[in-house]
């Protein structure tokens, strides 16, 4: 049908459906790209000050937490809003293998920011970052 809001593209979606998906990318948002940019920001933090890594990560910690935990529930809330039951089986195994590669993302995570070795630190930060990216292409598909 073609409301006021729709047009040949395509229509827009609800409020709620608004509230919800944004959330979900806030939170990807934060967690995803907050892991690139401190990747990024720590060679030049570290000339600055050789603790400063390690503060900057602690800094990040208090918002990528939070983001973590904005990912999950609105997940959950996607899952629900998204009827897998009603869903392709490749939609449904995506989901799974994504719930499990999020779950991998936030332990590596754990482990990267209790690593006390060099080869610990770059082993688990590498995991986090890159079980975080698949997650965030298998959202993308999930979508649609
Ligand atoms: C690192 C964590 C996560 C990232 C980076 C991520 C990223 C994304 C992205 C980018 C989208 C596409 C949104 C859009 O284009 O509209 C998405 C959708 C989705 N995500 Fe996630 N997500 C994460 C965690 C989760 C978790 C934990 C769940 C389930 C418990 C979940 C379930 C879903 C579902 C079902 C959709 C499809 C929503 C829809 O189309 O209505 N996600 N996610």
């Given amino acids: 049908m073609d409301g006021p809001l729709s047009h040949h593209a395509g229509s827009l979606a609800d409020t709620l459906t608004a509230v919800r998906l ?3 990318v806030l939170g990807a948002a ?3 790209g ?3 940019v401190l990747a990024g920001l720590v060679p030049t933090v570290r ?3 050789p603790e400063g890594p390690k503060a900057a990560a602690r800094a990040f910690a208090r918002l990528s937490w939070p983001a973590y935990g904005l990912v999950v529930a609105t997940g959950l809330w996607n899952i629900a809003a998204s009827h897998p039951s ?3 089986g490749a939609w449904r195994v995506v989901l799974f293998v994504k719930v499990a590669v999020v779950a991998l993302a936030g332990l590596a995570a754990l482990a990267h920011s209790r690593a006390t070795t060099r ?4 082993l688990w930060g590498s995991v986090s970052g890159l079980t975080s990216l698949a997650a965030l292409v298998m959202g993308v598909l999930l979508a649609g």
């Fill in 34 to 36: 907050g892991q690139i």
């Fill in 47 to 49: 000339k600055l000050a």
């Fill in 30 to 32: 934060v967690w995803v």
């Fill in 22 to 24: 944004s959330l979900h």
């Fill in 86 to 88: 009603a869903q392709s």
């Fill in 119 to 122: 080869g610990g630190l770059a």
